[in-house]
């Protein structure tokens, strides 16, 4: 099964509620995001899955909003959700390992995409699209498992990550300026290790 399938059946099996990474109101994006981008710039949601983070966006003015996933169904249930603000999104259903960017972003935020990514060659896919896409200067929100928490999510394997990990995998035109850990609750009770970063585009 390829990488796309295998998320077209997560969506279509389990109730986005339910789904491990669900968070009814995602806070950390959200502060993070108030602190680091005006309303009127353009920011990307990377892996935007059926989350909710989009509506209170939405709710909370801004108004240049793109969502990306590898899951049509997952970006659906987003549309179904939204109603009539859906309109107001730009929505791209791609991989962002062969994803070429053609607009500029002022902030960057994938939650839980990156950390996937095992293979060099992926990583450095990412990491070209994130150049291209990612205005000098722009920020970038990335969410990693944490080294200690979870090794596989959805019964794929992933990469943990601490600040300093991940400043070495991102490189030198990448300024750390914040970092947290944070334990995610799962839907079913269960706590996940997350490693939160903030960086500056130079």
Same mark, same amino acid.
């Given at each position: &099964? #390829? /990488?796309?399938?295998?998320?077209?059946?997560?969506?279509?099996?389990?109730?986005? #509620? /339910?789904?491990?990474?669900?968070?009814?109101?995602? !806070?950390?994006?959200?502060? =993070?995001?108030?602190?680091?981008? *005006?309303? #009127?710039? %353009?920011?990307?949601?990377?892996?935007?899955? %059926?989350?909710?983070?989009?509506?209170?966006?939405?709710?909370?003015?801004?108004?240049?909003?793109?969502?990306?996933?590898?899951? +049509?169904?997952?970006? +659906? !249930?987003?549309?179904?959700?939204?109603?009539?603000?859906? %309109?107001?999104? /730009?929505?791209?259903?791609? #991989?962002?390992?062969? =994803?070429?960017? $053609?607009?500029?972003? @002022?902030?960057?935020?994938?939650? %839980?995409?990156?950390?996937?990514?095992? +293979?060099? $060659? @992926?990583? *450095?896919?990412? &990491?070209?699209?994130?150049? $291209?896409?990612?205005?000098?200067?722009?920020?970038?929100? &990335? *969410?990693?498992?944490?080294?200690?928490?979870? !090794?596989?999510?959805?019964?794929?394997?992933?990469?943990?990550?601490?600040?300093?990990?991940?400043?070495?995998?991102?490189?030198? /035109?990448?300024?750390?300026? !914040?970092?947290?850990? +944070?334990?995610?609750?799962?839907?079913?009770?269960?706590?996940?290790?997350?490693? =939160?970063?903030?960086?500056?585009?130079?």
């Amino acid at each position: &099964m #390829d /990488k796309r399938q295998h998320w077209e059946n997560r969506y279509s099996s389990t109730k986005a #509620d /339910k789904l491990t990474w669900y968070q009814p109101k995602p !806070e950390q994006s959200i502060n =993070w995001i108030h602190r680091h981008c *005006a309303k #009127d710039q %353009a920011l990307i949601d990377v892996g935007a899955g %059926a989350s909710t983070l989009t509506d209170h966006l939405l709710e909370d003015g801004y108004n240049n909003i793109t969502l990306l996933d590898l899951s +049509e169904q997952s970006l +659906e !249930e987003s549309r179904a959700r939204l109603g009539s603000k859906a %309109a107001a999104v /730009k929505w791209i259903a791609a #991989d962002i390992t062969n =994803w070429q960017p $053609t607009e500029k972003y @002022d902030l960057w935020h994938d939650r %839980a995409v990156f950390h996937f990514l095992t +293979e060099t $060659t @992926d990583r *450095a896919a990412y &990491m070209q699209s994130l150049a $291209t896409g990612l205005k000098t200067g722009g920020i970038l929100i &990335m *969410a990693t498992f944490a080294i200690g928490g979870p !090794e596989k999510c959805s019964g794929l394997p992933i990469v943990q990550y601490d600040a300093d990990k991940l400043q070495t995998e991102l490189g030198s /035109k990448f300024l750390l300026l !914040e970092s947290i850990q +944070e334990n995610h609750p799962t839907p079913a009770g269960n706590n996940q290790l997350f490693n =939160w970063c903030v960086f500056q585009h130079v």
